[in-house]
């Protein structure tokens, strides 16, 4: 008796610490899951955002709905990306979006797009979208895409993109686009995000406020301390460097007071 108790016992315990093993990757993943999704799915058919709420109510992935009885369609469209946004500004390159902020629709949907123009020689600077990939669509023209893989490689994947080419860039890499042709390149950008975050390296790096000091960005680019202090002062400057200044809003009567405004914080750009 004693010896097919202690031989259940045995196997009770084994099969306890195999259950063990099988339960904890099980919560690892579960956990995983949880942290990395990007934006939890709606719990309801539409939350049109009450732009009239903001800076007034805290924001949880998303703007408060407005009234569900102040719907319209207009709500859910957007006219105007048929039209070039200005390109005249030192960077050669001007957008123009559906976000949140000019669709209203898109609110808690995790999605959002936008119309990119480039002058030749055009150029989006390195920049990387945290809360979002990005797929890219040429229209016209001649772009050069790349972006960069993550420490230690960090691989530049690079390609010339022409008219109907396709081309992703992966959330939170550093990427940029370049129009190489002798004519004016146009694209469309789809985002897995309503309110795509951009982080253009130049301008954080170079021209927070306050300034990050000197001789850290000295160390850091193995440059000499004057040199810094010289990209330092062209970006602590000079006002074209505030991406805003690129991004043409289209104006879109919504036959609605409570509709009728932009946010600053949704004007996200490529």
Do not use: W
């Not at 150029?123 to 979002?132: F, G």
């Not at 370049?178 to 985002?191: L, R, Y």
Request: hydrophobic residues 45%.
């Amino acid at each position: 008796m004693y010896t097919l108790y202690k031989l259940y016992c045995i196997g009770s315990s084994k099969k306890t610490e195999m259950t063990k093993n099988l339960l904890y990757p099980c919560v690892l993943a579960i956990i995983c899951a949880v942290a990395t999704a990007d934006e939890p799915s709606p719990l309801q058919d539409f939350c049109v955002a009450d732009l009239t709420s903001y800076p007034n109510f805290p924001r949880v992935n998303g703007l408060p709905c407005l009234d569900a009885k102040l719907v319209q369609a207009s709500h859910f469209s957007l006219s105007g990306f048929h039209l070039a946004s200005n390109v005249s500004n030192p960077l050669g390159v001007g957008f123009v979006l559906a976000a949140v902020g000019q669709v209203p629709g898109l609110n808690t949907l995790g999605i959002s797009m936008a119309r990119a123009d480039y002058a030749p020689g055009g150029v989006a600077p390195t920049h990387t979208h945290p809360q979002a990939s990005e797929i890219i669509t040429v229209l016209g023209g001649n772009l050069l895409v790349s972006f960069v893989t993550s420490n230690p490689k960090n691989n530049l994947i690079s390609r010339v993109l022409r008219k109907g080419d396709v081309f992703i860039f992966p959330s939170g890499l550093i990427h940029f686009q370049k129009n190489v042709g002798c004519s004016n390149a146009v694209s469309i950008v789809a985002f897995s995000s309503q309110n795509i975050g951009t982080v253009l390296v130049a301008n954080n790096v170079f021209g927070s406020t306050p300034p990050i000091a000197d001789n850290t960005l000295a160390k850091a680019f193995q440059a000499d301390k004057a040199i810094i202090d010289h990209i330092q002062s062209k970006f602590q400057s000079l006002a074209y460097l505030d991406m805003r200044e690129f991004v043409h809003v289209i104006s879109v009567s919504r036959g609605s007071k409570h509709l009728s405004k932009t946010i600053p914080q949704f004007i996200a750009i490529l």
